[in-house]
Nanobody, 127 residues
Framework: QVQLMESGGDSVQAGGSLRLSCAAPADTHSRYCIGWFRQTPGKKREGLAGIDTDGHTSYRDSVKDRFTISRDYAKNILYLQMNSLKPEDTAMYYC?????????????????????WGQGTQVTVSS
């Protein structure tokens, strides 16, 4: 069992920035793929960004020029830096972990490949 905890969600104006954090147990980043996803009511959960144990990253086309995934091994935290936010970015944001160990799954941002999920953090972008 891998416990993840997201933080950093907030309400911002369009054009603003947020950095989401995903706290994970020690060694998680060297053992699992980590992904960021979001979901709005009535819609399917969509993958935004993922990183595998080799450091390979993958992004959803609609966010790849605005969002950046990174990790701090020392703090065991994974980040999602979000810039130029738009009202359509409003959603609940989740981080998730996937095996096997080491993890090199493809595609990296397919939600069905992830087994461990955090509780989510809300992002609201107003126009």
């Amino acid at each position: 069992q891998v416990q993840l905890m997201e933080s950093g969600g907030d309400s911002v104006q369009a054009g603003g920035s947020l950095r989401l954090s995903c706290a994970a147990p020690a060694d998680t980043h060297s053992r699992y793929c980590i992904g960021w996803f979001r979901q709005t009511p009535g819609k399917k959960r969509e993958g935004l960004a993922g990183i595998d144990t080799d450091g390979h990253t993958s992004y959803r086309d609609s966010v790849k020029d605005r969002f950046t995934i990174s990790r701090d091994y020392a703090k065991n935290i994974l980040y999602l830096q979000m810039n130029s936010l738009k009202p359509e970015d409003t959603a609940m944001y989740y981080c998730a972990a996937a095996g096997p160990i080491p993890c090199r799954i493809r595609p990296l941002i397919e939600a069905t490949r992830y087994s461990y999920w955090g509780q989510g953090t809300q992002v609201t972008v107003s126009s």
